[in-house]
């Protein structure tokens, strides 16, 4: 039988680990200000430029990893459950801060940004602090996660793999190359993919996407997760922001609002660029983030198909942390690309 004094400190270590990810959630914004601020300063000023762009990193990372250790066993209490859930809400701050400062631009700015951060994640530590206290027992017998939710889910993601991403990602990539590289290839891949009958349909699956990720996200969190399993479910949990903040972005802001191209000029926000430019800099973990989830994610999901045909777990976790290096890499070389950083003229 389990020790009570065991089971109370435990508790207290989550309520502890997911505060601490709300906390470096609520500093994400003002780590962005300040490498912004030291990289204006130049100079002697490149360390500590380099060191917030760290830190901007490392406040979603410290999120999954609070929700990793929170999540590896047998979650008994519904306050468990809740810090879970928290920590992982925090690995999205990149999407939600870029979706929050659209939003608010296209109202006329009636309020800083940062002030409705901060007003936010305080009104989540608040109602945290006291969720992730209950000891209310959970059912110890997760809902399962249902075959044709996953099936269709996976099919779902496949039909956007051949319709966009494959040609999107590959569009992008091409800007390591030279920014018309870019140009003459999503020139190429629009005919496919804004077709009139393609374009809605692939924004149906989007939406199709973020609907069941959620209700997985939802089983999912209530069962413990190794770090492979909480990695695709982290992934899962930025991609649902990242998706309705771009599509708000490319739809209601570009194309509705402001009346713009969705173009290379508006990806990689010119004429200042990412790292010159104060509101900018936010779409460099964004992105970042944005591209190597989605690889990893869908990395993890065909583990999952894998260890299901009976593949040896041990072959299936190499390929998979292949494939997460990989995500890395080729997130990175978007990045340069983006960047500035070019292999032709």
Not at 15 to 44: C, D, E, I, Q, W
Not at 175 to 199: I, P
Not at 226 to 240: C, E, K, N
Request: glycine share 8%; charged share 10%; aromatic share 10%.
């Amino acid at each position: 039988m389990p020790d009570p004094l065991e089971i109370t400190r435990r508790h207290g270590d989550e309520r502890a680990l997911a505060t601490g990810a709300v906390l470096l959630a609520m500093l994400y914004p003002f780590f962005l200000k300040a490498y912004s601020a030291a990289a204006h300063a130049g100079g002697a000023w490149w360390w500590l430029a380099a060191l917030m762009l760290a830190a901007a990193f490392a406040a979603p990372a410290c999120g999954f990893l609070a929700a990793w250790r929170i999540g590896r066993r047998p979650l008994s209490q519904r306050g468990q459950l809740t810090a879970k859930r928290i920590a992982l809400a925090t690995i999205a701050s990149p999407p939600i801060f870029t979706m929050l400062g659209v939003l608010l631009y296209m109202a006329g700015d009636p309020v800083a940004d940062t002030t409705v951060w901060l007003a936010a994640w305080l009104l989540v530590l608040a109602v945290g602090w006291v969720a992730c206290g209950s000891k209310a027992r959970l059912d110890l017998s997760p809902p399962a996660v249902s075959a044709r939710l996953r099936a269709a889910h996976g099919g779902s993601a496949l039909t956007i793999i051949v319709l966009f991403l494959a040609m999107h990602l590959s569009n992008h990539l091409s800007g390591l190359m030279s920014e018309a590289t870019h140009r003459q290839l999503m020139d190429l891949f629009r005919l496919v993919y804004r077709a009139r009958l393609v374009e809605p349909l692939i924004v149906l699956l989007f939406l199709f996407q973020v609907a069941s990720g959620l209700e997985l996200l939802r089983r999912h969190t209530m069962r413990p997760a190794d770090f492979f399993r909480t990695l695709q479910i982290a992934s899962g949990a930025y991609l649902v922001f990242f998706i309705l903040g771009h599509m708000n972005s490319v739809f209601i802001y570009a194309r509705t609002f402001a009346h713009i191209q969705t173009d290379w000029n508006f990806a990689v926000g010119a004429p200042t660029g990412l790292l010159n430019d104060a509101w900018n800099i936010r779409l460099l973990p964004h992105y970042y983030l944005g591209v190597f989830l989605v690889l990893a994610h869908l990395t993890l999901g065909a583990r999952v198909v894998a260890l299901a045909h009976g593949a040896q777990r041990a072959r299936a976790d190499g390929y998979a942390k292949a494939g997460i290096a990989a995500a890395a890499v080729i997130a990175l070389a978007i990045m340069l690309g983006m960047v500035g950083v070019h292999f032709a003229t």
